[in-house]
């Protein structure tokens, strides 16, 4: 009889979890290199060690595509604060465009493609905030 009991409370836990699977989940933080994207999937792409501030000299490429050819990438950076370009630079590339950021301006915006490329690098002299960004893949 306690068996029966425990195996009933199991099972109720069980279809809690299932009930529960439309529930947002937090977005995955991606590592370096290259990752597929559905539509509608959101991603974090950090400054290595995010919220560590950079004191560490290190690179990260990171290539983002969205498997739906027509899909656009959102880009959008809650936070975003380098030092100037000669120690610390994000390059944000697609098709044959190519913008190299710094300092304080949010690359926010809906990009007109479905694969971009990421490339961070930093000397780590100063220890500026880093970057916290969204990635979704919209249609
Ligand atoms: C499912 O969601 C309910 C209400 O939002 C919450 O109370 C419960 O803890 C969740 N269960 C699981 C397994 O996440
Ligand atoms: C920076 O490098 C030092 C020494 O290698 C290490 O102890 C520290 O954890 C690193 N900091 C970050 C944010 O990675
Ligand atoms: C980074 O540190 C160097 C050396 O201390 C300083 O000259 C420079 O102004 C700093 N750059 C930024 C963007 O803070
Ligand atoms: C990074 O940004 C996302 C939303 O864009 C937020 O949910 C998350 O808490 C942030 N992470 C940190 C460590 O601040």
Redesign the pocket.
Known sequence: MKYMLTLLVVTVTVVGAIDNKTAPVDPVILPCGPHTMKLGDVVLVQS??YP??L??KSSCQQNIVCQSPSAKLGVACEVFNLEDCDNERLIISYDTTSSTLCGNVKPNGVFPTNAMKLEFITKGVNDSTGYNCSITCLR
Do not use: D, E, L
């Open positions: 290595p060690g560590a501030r004191t560490n």
